[in-house]
């Protein structure tokens, strides 16, 4: 065959096409950034002009690396407490998401636990709202006065005034983190108990083992790769998570690598923050690295299909009652009691007063009023609001839309080139964008498209450039949920239709995708949700112009003006849990599906 | 001894019965099979009777024991019970080597680590898996791992022994090979196996008796012979057997002495019992059950019938011929060819044919069938 006609058979596959477009797309839109972003940290920008002395704008320079890790104090201050910081809280937060989500996802699939429909929806509501709701619920309740401002509903109510060390930084970070990522914990640890064969606890029991050494000897053992990955992606999300550190540190100047990375972004030093940004990267890169060593090692958990359906459930007996009601109240004092707190703080009028005369709808109704929060209506009069809201849900359909199906194809053309390097290449292209901490990720878009780029103008402050990013972001879970649709999908189903002459499109459209309808729309749900409630990625690419309600929310909680804060955040978790709901009854696509990797 | 007794276990599992009133003896050095289509109650009675499953209600008792009564609330934990569970998915830990997955339960009963190595060696070597010792389940084969798991359970020496469909993973012929294994297993080790399966030729050429079950009810309980040869009802003779046997719906009625006149698709019968006499009402309507082996088909034969397919597989031939508008199935020994159309004659052989009453289906009476 001559190479003409190779490249014409090999073009004449669908699949190939699709991989071959992607690679060099994903290619542009990754591996590219990567590389201007590495450039950008030896380079002299304009607003640094004064710190590097004697140079022009564009010249090489060793100044930014030095400064970051060679600089002593300034270094230790600037780079390694907050590198210190990040790894502290981060590693706090997966242990409180490993050992809660393992506990809850144990006693969801193993034991006679009652009310085990409520506690699976509500338990990963945390994961399904903001990250930063927590944080905010936690400041509503334990805000102190000495920070400044009115004190929280928790010393209203009992007037005890909370220690510092107890409303920010380190420990409510690890708490509320914990809290955000055990769901994570318990969908992935969950997933694999429920398809460990009971069998083999149930093997262990015949010969005569304890409880606790079928526990330490069989259960643990065999669930440990899922709980070591599991511990890996939970530690690279709080690695990379800025809203929770940003809302509890700040007060207290708490910094971590994301916080960091924001003010030299948005200060006077962009080049320190694209060499934090790299090494936010690297950190990712690694822990994949990691992961990878963990999956298919000899001993690894293999799956040995077999009837497990008949799962004899461990009797808690005399604990079953109290650990059901617990387990019951806790999950809901983590997902409902938050919504309330932000309901509270919307509808009163002074601070911290929380007696009834105090109430007021100024926040959500109101007109303007000069003497608060310098004059802006209620946030249901609010047009600013309303087009923040417009923006939210343009850009997250949008970036759905087209992230779900480019995953899908993506998906299926990968599965269908399954084994070939160019399936491999274009896998692991989709997923890199996973392991970018989004502020990084943000970073990277703007050292990139701040200017013209190739053939592509300044994207700075456009709405394209917001869609580009989340689209690359969430390009991972999408593919995720193709490939994973496409690997339950018998290659004969295709390839019948192919036989009878059905047009490439028509078998996607008519075969495929109804076939596994559920997955690939998992595949469009995750992009829509998370870019609802993203605020790190977008939070230096905007512009006024083109605000979304999280960013505003950002904005109105910097200013102080907490009500506001709490009504918008009550909007956008309300939104979100509705959309989440609804795609969820109508079509059972599910946020649980599709994540982890 | 061990003997396993249960009385009245009922498992519900919410308004589902899996298991209803069950009454069973199992006599110490029984090989008894637990045989039903799927979904019959069979694996939740064995593993009721493990203790891996509580019964809703009745009593288990193990040697003169009770492990479980729904009215004294006793309900003894599998691991004492002093039983031997071998799983469908032969339940292998993936995470241990041949050798972890064999000593663990001599561990648990504190054996000495000298006195655990030389039971493993002997155990792998009976097993013929000596040479994977170290090895883990997800490098062995179906058949290895099959026997790595019968060697785990053997370990311990229980007197008990129960397997959920232990051979249902592996091809057919490693299939034939284990199940002779089994056998000699049973005498050797001179214990009560449990077994369950779906495959009515394992439990006829493994038991000593089967427990055939439908709908969580015991249908008959009996030696494999006797259930093949004697069906308590339709279901039964449906059920075992293959070829399947031959079911001819028709009416009856009583004619001189002892003999009963039929009538199915235009043939007359006389058939006569030999089990004892039997009183049809008048016209009762009937099902009649022939064995394929008691379908004679050759020149001879009152009754002429048109081949509809042969199919020889060498030892035997399996004939479909058709009678009227019956299709009828006959095993002739040897290859015999007949070609599609081609016309023969038929006979009915021995004493058992089986009259079922149709309403019921309840066997009515075995006995010689003739063509009048």
Same mark, same amino acid.
């Given at each position: 065959?001559t190479?003409?006609?190779r490249?014409?058979?090999?073009?004449?596959?669908?699949?190939n =096409?699709i991989?071959v477009t992607?690679?060099?797309a994903l290619?542009?839109l990754?591996?590219?950034?990567?590389?201007?972003l590495?450039? *950008?940290t030896?380079i002299?920008?304009?607003?640094?002009?004064m710190?590097?002395r004697g140079?022009h704008?564009? *010249?090489v320079t060793l100044f930014?690396?030095?400064k970051?890790?060679a #600089?002593g104090?300034?270094?230790m201050?600037?780079?390694?407490?907050p590198?210190?910081?990040?790894?502290?809280?981060?590693?706090g937060?997966c242990?409180?998401?490993?050992?809660l989500g393992?506990?809850?996802?144990?006693l969801?699939?193993?034991?006679?636990?009652r009310?085990k @429909?409520?506690? #699976?929806v509500?338990?990963?509501?945390?994961?399904?709202? @903001?990250?930063?709701?927590?944080?905010?619920?936690w400041?509503?309740?334990?805000?102190n006065?000495l920070i400044?401002?009115?004190?929280?509903l928790?010393?209203?109510l009992?007037?005890?005034?909370t220690a510092?060390w107890?409303?920010?930084?380190?420990?409510p970070?690890? %708490? %509320?983190?914990g809290l955000?990522?055990a769901?994570?914990a318990?969908?992935l640890i969950?997933?694999?108990l429920?398809?460990?064969?009971?069998?083999?606890?149930?093997?262990?029991?015949?010969?005569?083992?304890s409880?606790?050494?079928i526990?330490?000897r069989?259960?643990?053992?065999?669930?440990?790769?899922? %709980?070591?990955s599991?511990?890996?992606?939970?530690f690279?999300s709080?690695?990379?998570?800025?809203?929770?550190p940003a809302?509890l540190g700040?007060?207290?100047?708490?910094?971590?690598?994301?916080t960091?990375l924001?003010?030299?972004?948005?200060?006077?030093n @962009?080049?320190?923050?694209?060499i934090?940004?790299?090494?936010?990267?690297?950190?990712?890169?690694?822990?994949?690295a990691?992961? $990878?060593?963990?999956?298919?090692?000899?001993?690894?958990?293999?799956?040995?299909?077999?009837?497990?359906?008949n799962i004899s459930l461990?009797k808690?007996?005399?604990a079953?009652?109290? =650990?059901s009601?617990?387990?019951?109240?806790?999950?809901?004092?983590i997902s409902?009691?938050p919504?309330?707190?932000f309901?509270?703080?919307s509808?009163i009028?002074a601070?911290? *007063?929380y007696?009834?005369g105090?109430?007021?709808?100024?926040?959500?109704i109101g007109?303007?009023?000069?003497?608060?929060g310098?004059?802006?209506?209620?946030?249901?009069l609010?047009?600013?609001?309303y087009?923040?809201?417009?923006?939210?849900?343009?850009?997250?359909?949008?970036?759905? =839309?087209v992230?779900g199906?480019?995953?899908g194809?993506?998906g299926?053309?990968?599965?269908?080139a399954?084994?070939?390097?160019?399936?491999?290449?274009?896998?692991?292209?989709?997923?890199f964008p996973?392991l970018m901490? #989004?502020m990084?990720?943000?970073?990277?878009y703007?050292s990139?498209?701040g200017?013209?780029?190739?053939? =592509?103008?300044s994207l700075y402050?456009t709405?394209a450039?917001l869609?580009?990013?989340g689209?690359v972001k969430?390009?991972?879970?999408a593919?995720?949920?193709?490939?994973?649709a496409?690997? $339950?999908?018998s290659?004969?189903i295709e390839? #019948?239709?192919?036989i009878?002459?059905?047009?490439?499109?028509k078998r996607?459209?008519?075969?495929?995708?109804?076939?596994?309808k559920t997955s690939?729309?998992?595949?469009?749900l995750?992009p829509?949700?998370?870019?609802?409630?993203?605020?790190?990625?977008?939070v230096?690419l905007i512009?006024?112009a083109n605000r979304?309600?999280?960013?505003m929310?950002? $904005?109105y909680?910097?200013k102080g003006?907490?009500?506001?804060?709490?009504?918008?955040?009550?909007?956008?978790?309300?939104?979100?849990?509705?959309?989440?709901?609804?795609?969820?009854?109508?079509?059972g696509a599910?946020i *649980?599906k599709g994540?982890?990797? | 001894?061990?003997e396993?007794?249960?009385?009245?276990?009922?498992?519900?599992?919410?308004k589902?019965v899996? !298991?209803?009133r069950?009454?069973?003896?199992?006599g110490d050095?029984?090989?008894?099979?637990?045989l039903?289509?799927?979904g019959?109650?069979k694996?939740? &009675?064995?593993?009721?009777?493990?203790?891996?499953?509580?019964?809703t209600e009745g009593e288990?008792?193990?040697?003169g024991?009770?492990?479980?009564?729904?009215?004294s609330? !006793?309900?003894?934990s599998?691991?004492k019970r002093? !039983?031997?569970?071998?799983?469908?998915n032969?339940?292998l830990?993936?995470?241990?080597?041949?050798? /972890?997955n064999?000593s663990?339960?001599l561990?648990?009963?504190?054996?000495?680590?000298?006195r655990?190595r030389?039971?493993?060696?002997?155990?792998?070597?009976t097993?013929?898996?000596?040479?994977f010792?170290?090895?883990y389940p997800?490098?062995?084969?179906?058949g290895q /791992? /099959?026997?790595v798991?019968?060697?785990?359970?053997?370990?311990?020496?229980p007197?008990?022994?129960?397997?959920d469909?232990?051979?249902?993973?592996l091809?057919?012929?490693?299939?034939t090979?284990?199940?002779t294994?089994?056998k000699?297993?049973h005498v050797e080790?001179?214990?009560t196996?449990?077994?369950?399966?779906h495959d009515?030729?394992?439990?006829m050429?493994?038991s000593?008796?089967?427990c055939?079950m439908?709908e969580?009810?015991l249908?008959?309980?009996?030696?494999p012979?006797s259930v093949?040869?004697?069906p308590?009802?339709l279901f039964?003779?449906?059920?075992?057997?293959?070829?399947?046997?031959n079911?001819?719906?028709?009416r009856?009625?009583?004619?001189?002495?002892?003999?009963?006149?039929?009538i199915?698709?235009?043939?007359?019968?006389?058939?006569?019992?030999?089990?004892g006499?039997?009183?049809?009402?008048?016209?009762?309507?009937?099902?009649?059950g022939?064995?394929?082996?008691?379908v004679k088909?050759?020149d001879?034969?009152?009754?002429?019938?048109? !081949?509809?397919? &042969?199919?020889?597989?060498g030892?035997?031939?399996?004939?479909?011929i058709?009678?009227?508008?019956?299709?009828?199935?006959?095993v002739v020994?040897?290859a015999i060819?007949?070609d599609v159309?081609e016309?023969?004659?038929?006979e009915?052989l021995g004493?058992?044919c089986?009259?079922?009453?149709?309403?019921?289906?309840?066997?009515?009476?075995?006995?010689?069938?003739?063509?009048?």
């Amino acid at each position: 065959m001559t190479i003409g006609n190779r490249a014409k058979s090999f073009f004449r596959k669908p699949h190939n =096409l699709i991989l071959v477009t992607l690679a060099i797309a994903l290619s542009f839109l990754t591996l590219f950034p990567l590389i201007s972003l590495a450039k *950008d940290t030896f380079i002299v920008h304009p607003s640094e002009l004064m710190s590097v002395r004697g140079s022009h704008v564009g *010249d090489v320079t060793l100044f930014h690396w030095k400064k970051v890790f060679a #600089s002593g104090e300034t270094s230790m201050k600037m780079f390694y407490m907050p590198l210190w910081n990040s790894a502290k809280t981060s590693l706090g937060s997966c242990a409180i998401a490993i050992l809660l989500g393992g506990s809850v996802a144990w006693l969801v699939t193993r034991s006679d636990i009652r009310w085990k @429909p409520f506690i #699976s929806v509500v338990f990963i509501f945390p994961y399904v709202m @903001p990250s930063w709701t927590l944080a905010m619920a936690w400041i509503n309740f334990f805000r102190n006065r000495l920070i400044g401002g009115a004190p929280g509903l928790f010393t209203a109510l009992t007037g005890i005034e909370t220690a510092n060390w107890f409303a920010y930084g380190v420990f409510p970070i690890i %708490v %509320v983190q914990g809290l955000h990522y055990a769901p994570f914990a318990y969908i992935l640890i969950g997933g694999i108990l429920r398809n460990m064969d009971a069998n083999l606890e149930e093997a262990a029991t015949i010969l005569k083992a304890s409880r606790l050494k079928i526990l330490s000897r069989i259960t643990l053992p065999i669930v440990m790769p899922a %709980v070591l990955s599991t511990f890996l992606l939970v530690f690279s999300s709080c690695m990379s998570s800025f809203a929770v550190p940003a809302f509890l540190g700040t007060p207290v100047r708490f910094q971590v690598l994301t916080t960091q990375l924001y003010r030299t972004l948005n200060g006077i030093n @962009p080049g320190y923050g694209y060499i934090m940004a790299l090494v936010m990267i690297a950190i990712g890169t690694l822990i994949l690295a990691a992961n $990878q060593l963990f999956v298919g090692k000899r001993k690894s958990f293999t799956t040995v299909t077999g009837k497990s359906s008949n799962i004899s459930l461990v009797k808690l007996r005399g604990a079953r009652l109290p =650990l059901s009601i617990l387990l019951v109240g806790f999950a809901a004092t983590i997902s409902i009691l938050p919504l309330v707190t932000f309901a509270v703080e919307s509808f009163i009028m002074a601070p911290g *007063d929380y007696s009834f005369g105090n109430l007021t709808t100024q926040f959500w109704i109101g007109e303007g009023r000069e003497d608060i929060g310098g004059g802006e209506p209620g946030i249901l009069l609010n047009k600013y609001i309303y087009l923040g809201l417009w923006n939210s849900v343009k850009l997250s359909l949008v970036v759905s =839309l087209v992230a779900g199906t480019i995953g899908g194809l993506a998906g299926y053309a990968i599965v269908k080139a399954r084994g070939t390097r160019l399936s491999a290449l274009v896998n692991n292209l989709a997923f890199f964008p996973y392991l970018m901490p #989004s502020m990084a990720f943000g970073a990277i878009y703007l050292s990139m498209f701040g200017k013209p780029t190739l053939l =592509l103008p300044s994207l700075y402050g456009t709405f394209a450039l917001l869609v580009l990013v989340g689209t690359v972001k969430y390009l991972p879970f999408a593919s995720r949920a193709g490939v994973n649709a496409m690997l $339950q999908l018998s290659n004969e189903i295709e390839e #019948s239709a192919l036989i009878m002459g059905i047009p490439w499109w028509k078998r996607m459209a008519r075969i495929i995708f109804p076939i596994q309808k559920t997955s690939f729309l998992s595949g469009y749900l995750l992009p829509f949700i998370s870019c609802m409630r993203e605020l790190a990625l977008f939070v230096i690419l905007i512009v006024p112009a083109n605000r979304v309600l999280t960013s505003m929310l950002f $904005q109105y909680n910097e200013k102080g003006w907490n009500q506001y804060a709490n009504a918008i955040n009550l909007l956008i978790v309300l939104i979100v849990l509705a959309f989440n709901t609804i795609i969820n009854k109508a079509t059972g696509a599910s946020i *649980d599906k599709g994540i982890g990797g | 001894m061990p003997e396993i007794i249960l009385k009245e276990v009922t498992k519900r599992f919410g308004k589902f019965v899996a !298991v209803d009133r069950l009454n069973l003896t199992i006599g110490d050095g029984d090989f008894v099979t637990l045989l039903g289509p799927s979904g019959c109650g069979k694996t939740t &009675t064995l593993r009721m009777i493990a203790g891996l499953e509580s019964p809703t209600e009745g009593e288990i008792l193990i040697d003169g024991k009770t492990v479980f009564s729904s009215k004294s609330g !006793v309900d003894v934990s599998p691991d004492k019970r002093d !039983v031997g569970f071998l799983f469908q998915n032969y339940a292998l830990w993936p995470h241990m080597t041949v050798e /972890q997955n064999i000593s663990f339960g001599l561990e648990n009963l504190k054996w000495e680590k000298d006195r655990i190595r030389t039971r493993v060696a002997q155990l792998l070597a009976t097993l013929k898996i000596g040479q994977f010792g170290k090895r883990y389940p997800s490098e062995l084969s179906g058949g290895q /791992q /099959q026997r790595v798991a019968i060697a785990r359970t053997l370990a311990t020496g229980p007197k008990v022994l129960f397997m959920d469909e232990p051979l249902s993973n592996l091809d057919a012929k490693l299939r034939t090979e284990m199940r002779t294994e089994l056998k000699r297993l049973h005498v050797e080790t001179d214990s009560t196996f449990v077994y369950v399966t779906h495959d009515q030729l394992e439990a006829m050429t493994l038991s000593t008796k089967t427990c055939l079950m439908k709908e969580g009810v015991l249908q008959q309980y009996e030696p494999p012979l006797s259930v093949y040869n004697n069906p308590a009802n339709l279901f039964v003779a449906d059920f075992v057997g293959s070829p399947t046997i031959n079911l001819i719906e028709g009416r009856g009625r009583n004619v001189n002495l002892d003999d009963i006149k039929l009538i199915a698709d235009g043939i007359d019968m006389i058939f006569s019992p030999v089990s004892g006499s039997i009183t049809l009402r008048e016209d009762q309507e009937i099902v009649l059950g022939i064995r394929p082996e008691y379908v004679k088909i050759g020149d001879s034969g009152k009754m002429r019938a048109r !081949v509809y397919s &042969t199919l020889p597989s060498g030892m035997e031939t399996i004939v479909k011929i058709r009678v009227g508008g019956q299709l009828l199935t006959s095993v002739v020994f040897g290859a015999i060819d007949f070609d599609v159309d081609e016309e023969v004659g038929v006979e009915f052989l021995g004493e058992r044919c089986v009259v079922f009453d149709k309403e019921t289906g309840i066997n009515l009476a075995l006995g010689r069938l003739g063509i009048v």
